[in-house]
């Protein structure tokens, strides 16, 4: 190439606004602490493997260029001016020219290696900046392929006459602070105020150029963001000179119009595949949020603030309708390269607020486009600015660029993105915007789904909640505590549940179920079984009855219908456990004289829903203070593991003395819990076994006679003082009176019993005769001589109910504390 002289062929110095660079940024210990894109296209690493690798490893040249030399040949160092520059032994910027080794055939462009290729050599031009400051950068070196500049000049690599590096003031080219505009977009893992202290050095210590001759020299330009612009101020300058030799300004040719649009389409193009990459990777609202947010700074913005519908955030499904001046914004997140905490107090994270309809927001909320603000103005800082009381945020974003992006799914907006750039970047465009959508229709997807994913779960957990009972922690003669794990890769919803009835006599049912499956339908099944338990259980009916009548439910229900069930009555006055089993895993029953535990042996049974097949009872005796244990199978159940593992872990674990049932309940579930491979979910049922002291029991049989209802009236107050309980006399005797003048009226003659039971603050009162006949509700009319009774119990007890016995029945009723002001 020849020199520029006046009335000769002039260099084409636009090339280099179209030359990808490469920037490598190395810290004090000789470590590579950044590598841009174009540094992986020209030395073949990728970031992942150049951050924290020795420089020298990385840059592979082979030697300074000698200038005007025809045969380069091969040197082994980098070069002494990069080399020194590398060890940190000089203050003042270097440029060069050195040789690449790269697999034969292929262009240090293509950023790719083929193991074992013959080596091929390629010019590379370099420029190295020592760096000063508070950060760990101690040198940035910007690298471009000279190769790639000959091929575009027409001819063959190394024929180039003179392509070498350079140093010039800033300010000797018009427009050329180009590089420093946007030196910080190819410093994306970099702060602004750190891509702004290096750009700040490099005007100090002499701007980049490429000099094709002593009198032509062209300022370089990186190849990112928008090429076009760089490309028609380099053409600009050429043509400036082009006129002032005398020749006529070249004219931009269609082909490299289009080169510069690829470029440029390709460049974004990588931008949203590897934001795309880098969100979704969770179904987790709240983490997607923050990966949409990190994943735009400090690549594409300076500040990202995402507003979401408060409906999406508190997961109560898809919004309807457009938005409006009333809608509330939740922030979810902001995340920003300013010094940390500058963002905090103004625009806190969890704040909600409407935005009215003379905001940029709302116009994108509500078009559902894009909406850009070159630079926003002193005005419209204060419009924004007065949305937020007795806060200024005008200094956080006058002046700034603005773009905000619509989050959308299925044409509805989800929420919004406020995107800002500092100063000192370059503001906000066309092709910005165009990108801007892009990421947020990628971005909106996402969300999207974890939105939808968060909605189900929620949906999941309300069924789940809604069909396990709330258990009441004190029954009569025994403290209960449970536990519900949802599963951990079968969805939430399962079949598992636990559940306790109040029985007469004091007894309390205890039951725990497992449907098999997963998912709604056994979610479904389970609550029509646990509804069928309870209804059955209130008719008292013994363990092994209740489960035949649960199978042949199971069975007229639908074939698919299996479930296991394990069904314990516990009688606190007698101290005995009545169990019967249909295919579930055996109880733990740990004893409180010794503290040994013990698999109770039970007959197995068929699962509910089989069919035909009996089932047995057996009689445990236990003693106060004893525990027992009830819990599904996929508390000990692993995949891989013999389950007999998981029942010895159990019966060990349930031995374990605690302060509280809760914190036993709690050492179950870490110790079987922390195995891993559990996919079920779990039901986990805990009762202590308090009995029921001889001295809180009062029992009496009466005779068949109207006169006894006196007598049984008597009997109950003289208890009652003895218990110290006189401030429920009056009204147990008015309850015991009616019960026992239906009983006395409806028996057959055989015998009345009255019992009463003292647990805690509550009182409870039984009386059974021998008719089977069971009391109703009745309404009363005013002229009505029967039928008052119940009325009068149900209104003034806490709680009653009638059940059949094998001799007769029991009505009964339970009397809380007074209230306070009744006697």
Known sequence: ?????????????????????????????????????????????????????????????????????????????????????????????????????????????????????????????????????????????????????????????????????????????????????????????????????????????????????????????????????????????????????????????????????????????????????????????????????????????????????????????????????????????????????????????????????????????????????????????????????????????????????????????????????????????????????????????????????????????????????????????????????????????GGDWFDSVKLPGSRTALVVGDVMGHGLNSAAMMGQLRTAVQTMAALDLPPAQLLRNLDDLAQRLGEHYLATCLYAIYDPIASELHLANAGHIPPVLVRAEDGRSELLELPTGAPIGVGGVPFEAVTVPVAPGDRLLMCTDGLVEVRGEDIGVGLATLTESAAHPAASMDDACDTIIRALNTRGGRKDDVALLMARLNGVADEDVASWRLAVDPSEVSRARDLVRGQLITWSREALSETAELLVSELVTNAVRHSRGRRVELRIVRSGATLICEVEDDDHTLPTLLSAGPGDEFGRGLRIVSVLAKEWGTSRTTAGKTVWFELGPPRKGRA
């Not at 010019?123 to 000959?150: F, H, K, N, S, T």
């Not at 103004?346 to 704040?351: A, L, T």
């Open 1 to 493: 190439m020849e020199s520029g002289t006046p009335g000769g062929p002039v260099a084409q110095p636009a090339t280099a606004g179209r030359i990808p660079l490469a920037v490598v940024v190395i810290d004090g210990a000789g470590a590579v602490s950044h590598w841009s894109t174009g540094a992986r296209k020209l030395f073949g690493y990728s970031r992942e493997e150049a951050v924290g690798s020795p420089a020298g490893d990385l840059l592979p040249v082979s030697g300074a260029i000698p200038e005007g030399h025809a045969d380069f040949g091969v040197y082994d160092g980098l070069g002494p001016d990069l080399e020194t520059s590398l060890d940190g032994r000089i203050s003042y910027p270097s440029a060069g020219r050195a040789r690449l080794s790269v697999p034969g055939g292929l262009s240090a462009s293509d950023g790719l290696f083929a193991p074992g290729a013959e080596l091929h050599r390629v010019d590379v031009l370099w420029w190295a900046y020592p760096l000063v400051g508070p950060g760990p950068e101690r040198l940035l070196v910007l690298a471009a392929d000279a190769d790639r500049l000959a091929g575009e000049e027409g001819r063959e690599p190394g024929q180039v006459e003179r392509i070498a590096p350079g140093f010039a003031l800033h300010t000797d080219f018009p427009g050329a602070d180009d590089l420093a505009r946007r030196l910080p977009e190819i410093l994306p893992s970099m702060s602004v105020g750190e891509s702004s202290r290096i750009v700040a050095q490099i005007l100090e210590l002499g701007y980049p150029v490429l000099e094709f001759s002593k009198q032509d020299r062209v300022p370089v330009t990186p190849d990112w963001g928008v090429p076009r612009r760089a490309e028609r101020g380099a053409r600009r300058l050429r043509d400036r000179r082009a006129t002032a030799d005398g020749i006529s300004p070249e004219l931009e040719t269609p082909d490299e119009s289009e080169d510069l649009e690829y470029a440029a389409v390709r460049e974004r193009l990588e931008f949203l595949n590897e934001v795309s990459g880098r969100i979704g990777s969770s179904l987790d609202l709240s983490r997607t949020i923050i990966e949409v947010s990190r994943a735009v700074v400090p690549r594409f913005t300076d500040v990202a603030g995402t507003y979401l519908r408060e409906q999406v955030v508190a997961g109560e499904g898809f919004p309807e309708g457009p938005p409006d001046e009333t809608t509330m914004w939740h922030r979810v997140a902001v995340e920003h390269t300013d010094e940390p905490g500058r963002w905090d107090d103004v625009v806190p994270v969890g704040e909600s607020m409407p935005f009215p309809s003379h905001t940029p927001f709302f116009q994108c909320m509500t078009s559902g486009d894009p909406v850009l603000v070159p630079r926003i103005t002193e005005e419209m800082g204060n419009a924004i600015a007065s949305q937020f009381e007795k806060r200024d945020i005008r200094p956080l974003i006058n002046h700034r660029s603005m773009l905000v992006v619509p989050l959308k799914a299925r044409n509805v907006v989800l929420g919004f993105m406020i995107l800002l750039r500092h100063r000192e970047r370059p503001v906000f465009n066309d092709m910005d915007r165009v990108t801007g959508a892009e990421l947020a229709a990628r971005a909106g997807l996402v969300l999207d789904n974890a939105r939808m994913y968060t909605y189900q779960e929620s949906v999941a957990d309300t069924l789940q909640d809604s069909m396990l009972p709330h258990i009441e922690p004190r029954m009569t003669g025994c403290d209960i505590a449970t536990r519900y794990l949802p599963g951990t890769l079968l969805g939430r919803v």
